[in-house]
């Protein structure tokens, strides 16, 4: 069974900076897609950022876009989600997803396997 599990949550003020990271139990090459998405309280799942095998294609949520980073490093197996010029709207659970099909998708339900989240609090 796949494990995915993320780190480097964490409180943070406005304006800062935190990098998320997501190991797999399996090698990440066997994912063609992986993403992160989040989920604030009350609110439902929400897509974040997402990227394909080569990680040459990469997308992102209108909300986040030219302040969040997704990368991926097979050497380290590792998915990462950079992210800059934080904001308290940005609180939420950060989940780590993979799928091992070839479109990279950005709905949540497309993705079989989840990691057990990080939760990220920006203060104002």
């Known amino acids: 069974q796949v494990q995915l599990v993320e780190s480097g949550g964490g409180l943070v003020q406005a304006g800062g900076s935190l990098t998320l990271s997501c190991t797999a139990s399996a090698n990440i090459e066997s994912f063609n897609a992986m993403g992160w998405f989040r989920q604030a309280p009350g609110k439902e799942r929400e897509f974040v950022a997402a990227i394909d095998y080569s990680g040459s294609r990469t997308y992102y949520s209108d909300p986040v876009k030219g302040r969040f980073t997704i990368s991926r490093d097979y050497a380290k197996n590792t998915l990462y989600l950079q992210m800059n010029s934080l904001k308290p709207e940005d609180t939420a659970v950060y989940y780590c997803?993979?799928?091992?099909?070839?479109?990279?998708?950005?709905?949540?339900?497309?993705?079989?396997?989840w990691g057990q989240g990080t939760q990220v609090t920006v203060s104002s």
């Open positions: 997803a993979a799928r091992a099909a070839l479109m990279v998708l950005t709905t949540a339900s497309a993705y079989p396997y």
